[in-house]
């Protein structure tokens, strides 16, 4: 490493779609066509009512510094929602809104967590996470998660893999890369183990609203309503197709959340009041559109998995949650590397499973977040290549 720069900018690692994307984007400015399975960005616009929530708060003058903790009318919609979607009702005190859910995952940890202590995260994982620890020089404690599992967490493993030195728990349901969604006995179990052994519990849920197969959500956060230890982060990225906005939530216990207000104000001071008031209409106004693109995805999500468990040598389970497939490709004898780039020099943008953990090699992850006319034609470039 460059001697000018610190140890833990050597340790940055960044977010691996990001850097396939920046690629991808580069040979498209050559004229290469590219179907894009790399990135979880909606190809829906953000719903009118939201967007003109914004344009009317610009026209309003609310342009200007706000509150660090979040616009008090937002944080008041948000206890609002989350009594509606998690059963209870916390306190605005409890309530931080949040520049993106990216964001809060590294605030959230900074705030919780010392240098070479343990978390406990699943492998694979988002990539923010290892990235976030690997930043802050925290050790994270990997529980595989097995495709003959479904991809969903065995509690009783993730608890002999805690240590004296375990500070916090990390969990994705529904999960980015694989999809899985954890299910109701699952998330008691685990709030009771994170109870026992006095860790804190996050519950990344920014594809709360992104299940199928009529599974019922759930947040572990309605058995202490994120007073004690369970901290709840989410986000409209995904679900609202709002990813451009950055905005997102924490709600946790009330000397965390100071804790998370207080950083915000150090590193970017607010959240932009306009921003909030579209996160406003996002959360009172109309979901229509919102069910409407959940409906279109349930339809993507089932042409890509019959289309992929077509393809000679992969396999694919069809996943409960999200708007990702972790397709199996270890008959077609190319590692997980290897595929990514023989997708991409066939005019694919996928993700090779070991971007998202050593447990991912074997995989690769492809987003529905796009046509099924480009589903269907980025199936068929991927079979053409593999029948050469």
Not at 225 to 235: F, L, M, P, S, T
Request: one cysteine or more; aromatic letters at 10%.
């Amino acid at each position: 490493m460059d001697y000018r720069l610190s140890s833990a900018a050597g340790r940055l690692m960044g977010q691996p779609m990001f850097k396939l994307l920046a690629r991808i984007k580069e040979m498209e400015r050559e004229g290469k066509n590219i179907i894009h399975f790399e990135i979880g960005d909606p190809d829906f616009d953000t719903p009118e009512n939201i967007k003109m929530a914004a344009f009317r708060s610009i026209e309003n003058g609310r342009t200007h510094y706000t509150d660090s903790m979040g616009v008090y009318e937002f944080r008041e919609a948000i206890c609002n929602n989350t009594l509606k979607t998690r059963g209870f009702m916390p306190d605005i005190k409890q309530v931080v809104v949040m520049p993106s859910a990216n964001s809060a995952i590294f605030m959230t940890v900074s705030c919780l967590v010392n240098p070479d202590d343990d978390v406990v995260i699943t492998d694979p994982c988002f990539p923010t996470y290892t990235s976030v620890l690997n930043y802050c020089g925290i050790n994270a404690i990997k529980i595989p998660l097995r495709e003959e599992n479904g991809f969903r967490l065995d509690v009783d493993e993730l608890e002999k893999a805690i240590t004296p030195k375990t500070r916090l728990i990390i969990v994705n349901s529904p999960n980015n890369p694989t999809g899985s969604v954890i299910y109701p006995e699952e998330l008691k179990r685990l709030f009771y183990v994170a109870e026992k052994y006095n860790v804190f519990l996050v519950s990344d849920e920014v594809y709360s609203l992104m299940i199928y197969n009529d599974i019922p959500f759930y947040s572990p956060s309605i058995l202490d309503q994120c007073k004690e230890r369970v901290i709840v982060i989410d986000g409209f990225s995904k679900t609202h197709a709002m990813t451009g906005w950055r905005l997102g939530m924490v709600i946790g216990p009330s000397d965390f959340t100071e804790k998370i207000g207080l950083t915000i104000q150090t590193i970017v001071s607010c959240v932009p009041p306009f921003i909030q008031d579209a996160g406003i209409e996002a959360l009172t106004g109309s979901r229509e559109a919102i069910y409407d693109m959940m409906n279109i995805y349930k339809e993507r999500r089932d042409v890509l998995v019959s289309g992929l468990n077509n393809l000679p040598g992969i396999s694919c389970k069809i996943p409960d949650g999200a708007f990702y497939c972790f397709a199996n490709i270890t008959k077609t004898e190319m590692d997980s590397r290897a595929f990514a780039d023989f997708a991409l020099s066939a005019g694919v943008g996928i993700l090779p499973g070991t971007d998202f953990g050593e447990c991912g090699e074997g995989f690769i992850r492809l987003c529905y977040a796009n046509s099924k006319e480009n589903i269907i034609e980025g199936l068929n470039r991927i079979n053409l290549a593999l029948s050469k």
